[in-house]
């Protein structure tokens, strides 16, 4: 399923096969948390800005509309109109930042739903049970999210459990996928390491999931408080750890450069609310680095975001229109804004796959590691 075309350094450049199309690797994935990209954006967008892998949220759609809904519109794929591939989380993330709403068990986790407090039980099996009826292409395990810092004692207990539970996981994917009612039998499984910031207990809860017959492995649990520092650390920790043969994944994460910084480390997979979350707001990335469009600088400016962006924003719009439709709360405003970030995204990972592909990865590294943080002057 993946093929590992060359590396460069830590770095890598892939192929990942799935039953919904070919993933070029690195990749970014576009989240839409609930079938669609906040801001507008339906999947017919999400082609225009080239992106590969569109990623839903379990809990989220479990909630609403539920997923027995969508799997009677025959799944994900076709309830959205989007026929590439898309990833499910397990609903693990959400359901452990509703920390005082919820009660952690062997078993699963029994919380409260944010919208109308009604109570929810979710373990591995209800996991997999829910992102079947979804039908995506790639489910993620369920497991748990430790905030970080953490108690070491308790990140201990914590990832035992969650490389039960992903045993768990892989024995009731394989029961689902051998049912002749399940709507993608070939749905695929990515176990995920935890371990907070504690070295040791990362790779050891590294090695212990590589055992398992898992078609990729994430890092989850970063980016969720601890320093940037200390991400890359741990990226650096795990990754000789990981299956050479499998995508590497790193969860919700993040800026641009830290997308540079690990794919330096050699991370294949990503995703992040980021670009969308900051576009509805006005702030805005470009090749010379960061851009706040709301400022009064930009009034008169007839230019687009970025003139090396050839995405529908810039194509069409100034930057004077673009701030006043924000500044009025238009809906245009940020679904342009929103379709300029994605676009940028994406086009970050397939000029770092080009750069990959002709062995500059290093330059290209040197390059924007630090300009891409810069904040735009003129």
């Known amino acids: 399923m993946f093929t590992l075309i060359k590396k ?11 039953k919904h199309g070919t993933i070029e690797t ?7 948390t609930c079938g669609t990209v906040k801001g507008g954006i339906s999947a017919y967008d999400l082609r225009e800005v080239k992106c590969q892998v569109e990623l839903s949220n379990t809990y989220h759609l479990h909630v609403r509309p539920g997923d027995e809904v969508i799997a009677r519109h025959g799944g994900l794929h076709k309830f959205i109109n989007w026929d590439r591939p898309i990833l499910t989380d397990s609903g693990g993330f959400q359901v452990f930042s509703l920390s005082s709403l919820r009660k952690i068990t ?28 979804l039908a995506s292409t790639i489910a993620m395990a369920f497991d748990e999210c430790v905030e970080n810092p953490a108690e070491y004692g308790y990140v201990k207990d914590s990832i035992a459990r969650t490389t039960r539970w992903l045993d768990r996981c892989l024995a009731e994917m394989k029961r689902l996928n051998s049912l002749e009612t399940t709507i993608n039998q070939s749905q695929m499984l990515f176990g995920i390491n935890q371990g907070s910031t504690y070295e040791d207990l990362r790779i050891e809860h590294m090695k212990t999931i590589a055992e398992r017959d898992c078609d990729g492995f994430a890092i989850g649990g970063l ?4 320093a940037t520092e200390d ?62 469009i709301m400022n009064e600088k930009y009034i008169y400016d007839e230019r687009p975001i970025d003139p090396d962006c050839n995405c529908p924003a810039c194509r069409h719009f100034s930057r004077g229109y673009i701030r006043h439709l924000l500044k009025a709360k238009e809906m245009l ?17 397939q000029k770092i796959r080009d750069a990959l592909d002709d062995g500059r990865y290093e330059e290209f590294y040197r390059k924007y590691r630090f300009a891409l943080a810069e904040r735009v002057d003129d």
């Not at 980016?223 to 601890?226: I, L, N, Q, R, S």
Request: hydrophobic share 40%.
């Open 223 to 226: 980016a969720v408080g601890e």
């Open 106 to 133: 062997e078993e699963g986790v029994l919380f409260a739903s944010h919208i109308d407090g009604r109570r929810i039980f979710m373990g591995p099996e209800e996991s997999m049970q829910i992102q079947s009826n």
């Open 8 to 18: 460069e350094g830590a770095a890598r450049r892939g192929r990942f096969e799935t």
């Open 333 to 349: 405003g940020m679904r342009l804004a929103v379709l300029h970030n994605l676009y940028f995204y994406n086009e970050l990972t």
């Open 231 to 292: 991400m890359y650390r741990i990226i650096e920790a795990v990754e000789p750890f990981m299956p050479v043969d499998k995508p590497r994944y790193l969860m919700g994460v993040g800026t641009p450069v830290n997308i540079i910084e690990a794919v330096y480390r050699g991370v294949d997979f990503f995703d992040c609310v980021m670009p969308s979350r900051n576009a509805r707001h006005g702030n805005l990335f470009t090749w010379r680095g960061k851009m706040n």
């Open 26 to 32: 690195p990749v970014f994935m576009n989240v839409g």
